[in-house]
């Protein structure tokens, strides 16, 4: 395969292995993900009003998005274990649902999109979590890297 096809996280016979950074650089790198929880009007007026049957959603949801980044590592298997340096999860209650944003930095040999895309799912899987009692039907979507910076690859910038 070309350099840039070969997958990085599979050896020479296939099977799934950690990729050595050692050699790496330390280089300080961000990333930022963003989702939408997708809920009925009624539920986000529940939510607007703090009306919610199990308290403060966004409180949960963006604590827990903050803990997810922190514990990635532990939940993608071939991820590093990273020392963060910084993280927050941002939400917007809109008509249509919950935005979720989530922006982590670190100094380290490897990047941090894999934590920020963790803290937007955690996130909202928390706000689903505490608002099932009203809406079964809330959708999590959207979820994707809209932004990361530092490491040999540079910037990146999507939508």
Do not use: C
């Not at 922190?70 to 809109?94: F, N, W």
């Amino acid at each position: 395969m070309p350099p840039r096809a070969r997958l990085t996280h599979v050896d020479a016979k296939g099977a799934a292995r950690m990729v050595d950074v050692g050699a790496k650089p330390v280089t300080e790198r961000r990333a930022t993900a963003r989702g939408m929880l997708r809920l009925s009007t009624a539920t986000v007026e529940l939510v607007r009003d703090g009306k919610t049957p199990k308290g403060d959603v966004l409180a949960a949801a963006r604590l827990a998005g903050i803990m997810a980044a922190k514990k990635t590592s532990e939940l993608i298997p071939l991820t590093h274990p990273l020392p963060i340096t910084y993280a927050s999860v941002e939400l917007a209650v809109d008509d249509d649902g919950i935005g979720i944003e989530a922006t982590v930095a670190t100094a380290a040999q490897t990047g941090v999109e894999m934590e920020a895309l963790t803290a937007v799912t955690v996130a909202g899987l928390t706000l689903y979590d505490m608002l099932k009692a009203v809406e079964r039907g809330a959708r999590l979507t959207d979820v994707r890297l809209v932004e990361k910076t530092g490491g040999k690859s540079g910037t990146y910038r999507g939508k």
